[in-house]
């Protein structure tokens, strides 16, 4: 199975601030089919289901505003928020689909400082 | 507009067994693997099973293994998540997940939890 190591497990940023998350997987996620890293990243606010923000690494979802970025190949890859805004406090996960099984990170919460 | 939408979920006892259905629509579940991933309450997201185009191909967790059967039926446009010999770890939400999707797919999900 593909290990998600997530980074940190929480991170406290001022509002305005930027926030970085960082997920390694233990092995490339990069297909050789499509040169596409298949890597996305979630936000999961309390009592709702995740919603996804990037997906193939750095591909934003329609909707998702651009200060949230996506980035990375192989096994390293980050997600960045540019500038923290209150409605951002959240738990983000990263997900790997390369294989099965699917697998995520233990997840980073996000608060305002 | 793609959409899945999951139903099924309740109350049951340990041993006790439920049928989960998510509906699609919008795009044909007929080619796209489909998967089942659930999340215990206030823990992470942890997959479950996955089924190939036609459902003659199929993978479980470990912990279900035995236990749960995922099945489709394409002409429906519906995938199923037959739960049996259900335990008190198995209560989760369920969320029903199409990845081949652009971009992915997930429902809402449905509670399923198993107490006595």
């Known amino acids: 199975d593909i290990v998600m190591t997530q980074s940190p497990e929480s991170l406290t940023v001022s509002l305005g601030e930027r926030a970085t998350i960082n997920c390694k997987s233990s092995?490339?996620?990069?297909?050789?089919?499509?040169?596409?890293?298949?890597l996305a990243w979630y936000q999961q606010k309390p009592g709702q289901p995740p919603k996804v923000l990037i997906y193939?690494?750095?591909t934003r979802e329609s909707g998702v505003p651009d200060r949230f970025s996506g980035s990375g190949s192989g096994t390293d890859f980050t997600l960045t928020i540019s500038s923290l805004q209150a409605e951002d406090v959240a738990v983000y996960y990263c997900?790997?689909?390369?294989?099965?099984?699917?697998?995520f990170g233990g997840g980073t919460k996000v608060e305002i400082k | 507009e793609v959409q899945v939408v999951e139903s099924g979920g309740g109350l049951v006892q340990p041993g006790g067994s439920l049928r989960l259905s998510c509906a699609a629509s919008g795009f044909s579940i007929s080619t796209y693997y489909m998967h089942w991933v659930r999340q215990a309450p206030g823990k992470g997201l942890m997959w479950v099973s996955r089924i190939n185009f036609d459902g003659s191909n199929t993978r479980y967790a470990d912990s279900v293994k035995g236990r749960f059967t995922i099945s489709r039926d394409n002409a429906k446009n519906t995938l199923y998540l037959q739960m049996n010999s259900l335990r008190v770890e198995d209560t989760a939400i369920y969320y029903c997940v199409c990845m081949g999707t652009s971009p992915p797919s997930w429902g809402q999900g449905t509670l399923v939890t198993v107490s006595s």
């Open positions: 092995q490339s996620v990069l297909s050789s089919s499509n040169n596409k890293n298949s």
């Open positions: 997900q790997q689909y390369y294989d099965v099984p699917l697998t």
């Open positions: 193939w690494a750095s």
